[in-house]
């Protein structure tokens, strides 16, 4: 009789046949493992926050252990850290934005004008294509009524906008909330995550989460030094090109800026060769697409039927 | 039993996307429920306690991390 001998049976049972104890043990992993991944989905814009708050953190905390190490609290060195970034973040505001508010000003004023160059350009076109005169409206005045009327949804658009960026301020407050907190006292929320994962992976999560934030650190200073760096060297180039001491704010209009003419241009001569052909590009492919192909078309059959009545 | 602010504030945005004003209301329950569940079901039957980390967790709070 041949007997098959069995490999070493291991220690955890592998071996063993499934009983009744290991099948619900699977059906209940299995169903709060399902549990988790519903919640987390109902909760996803919570944890995005979450997620955001703690990079942020993560970024933050090298500044806050420096200033511990020279002595402060730890409350003190957040509320330090804090005053600093609001400081920076005043002066900026304070440099780029009433220039932008006077530029939308002067964009306000040039509207008829650049009506009329629009009128003249499509005017151009129907002279190159002549079967673009059937789908638009034969005066100037029928264009703008067509656009009047779409005024509703305007208006509407504007008011959401306007709801968004309330939703998003506040969404922001709460996010640095989360910062401040997690600042003042990190050791109780990395405690719980390293208690949390098996021990047995306690020191790759430990490694990992301090190359995490190492990293993220590094990229902050990255960013910060590439944004000073690009920031101060266009405005510096800008001033000393063009005399103009708004050029502060080099990078925040990009589109509206392309409304005027190069004398006033807040860009930098070398960015303002690509400035308009992007916007030269970018302007056609809008009013090509979204105009021309999805908007016009209705639009111009509903003038038509007005104008045969 | 120390809840700390930001499981307080996670768990007022988490319980009102849940369950609405009436989550709000119970938002500390919760997280408290929440902790004593952990602790009972998952940490304590591993034998893990606080102190065997604390040690890591405040060398990461305080930036004293040397990376290879």
């Known amino acids: ?4 001998e069995n490999g070493p049976s291991d220690d955890n049972g592998a071996d063993r046949p499934l009983s009744y104890a290991d099948l619900v043990r699977w059906f209940v992993i299995v169903g709060l493992v399902a549990l988790g991944v519903a919640v987390a989905i109902a909760i996803k814009e919570t944890l995005l926050l979450f997620a955001i708050a703690f990079l942020i953190a993560m970024v933050l905390n090298p500044g806050v252990a ?3 190490r ?13 005053v600093v970034l609001f400081a920076i973040l005043a002066l900026v505001v304070f440099l780029v934005v009433p220039p932008f508010f006077e530029q939308i000003q002067q964009l306000i004023e040039q509207i008829p004008g650049e009506w009329n160059r629009l009128y003249e350009q499509i005017q151009g076109w129907i002279k190159t294509y002549p079967v673009l005169q059937q789908a638009l409206p034969s ?12 005024v509703g949804g305007i208006a509407n658009f504007l008011l959401r906008s306007t709801l968004n960026l309330a939703n998003g301020i506040l ?3 709460l996010c640095l909330l989360v910062v401040i907190f997690t600042l003042i006292e990190p050791e109780p929320i990395t405690t719980a995550y390293l208690e949390l994962v098996p021990p047995r992976y306690r020191e790759p999560a430990f490694r990992s989460l301090a190359r995490m934030m190492h990293q993220v650190s590094a990229w902050a200073r990255g960013v910060v030094i590439n944004g000073v760096a690009t920031g101060a060297s266009t405005a510096f180039y800008s001033r000393w090109s063009e005399s103009n001491p708004r050029s502060y704010s080099a990078f925040s209009l990009f589109w509206v800026n392309s409304y005027q003419s190069s004398d006033r241009s807040l860009l930098p001569f070398p960015l303002s060769s ?20 999805n908007k016009l078309k209705p639009i111009c059959s509903s003038l038509l039927s007005w104008e045969s009545r | 039993m120390k809840l700390h602010a930001v499981t307080i504030i996670f768990f007022t945005f988490a319980m009102s996307s849940l369950f609405g004003f009436l989550g709000l209301i119970l938002v500390v329950p919760a997280a408290a429920m929440v902790k004593i569940l952990i602790s009972e079901f998952y940490l304590r039957p591993r034998r893990i306690w606080s102190e065997s980390v604390a040690g890591q967790a405040r060398e990461l709070a305080r930036g004293q991390i040397k990376i290879e």
Do not use: H, P, Y
């Open chain 1, 1 to 4: 009789m041949v007997q098959i």
């Open chain 1, 66 to 68: 420096l200033l511990e």
């Open chain 1, 70 to 82: 020279r002595g402060l609290k730890r409350g003190l060195a957040v509320a330090l850290l804090i």
């Open chain 1, 139 to 150: 005066r100037a005045g029928d264009m703008l009524n067509t656009v009047t009327g779409q």
């Open chain 1, 171 to 173: 969404i922001a407050l």
């Open chain 1, 274 to 293: 690509w400035r308009r052909v992007w916007v030269l590009v970018n302007s056609f492919s809008r009013f090509s697409r979204s105009c021309l192909c």
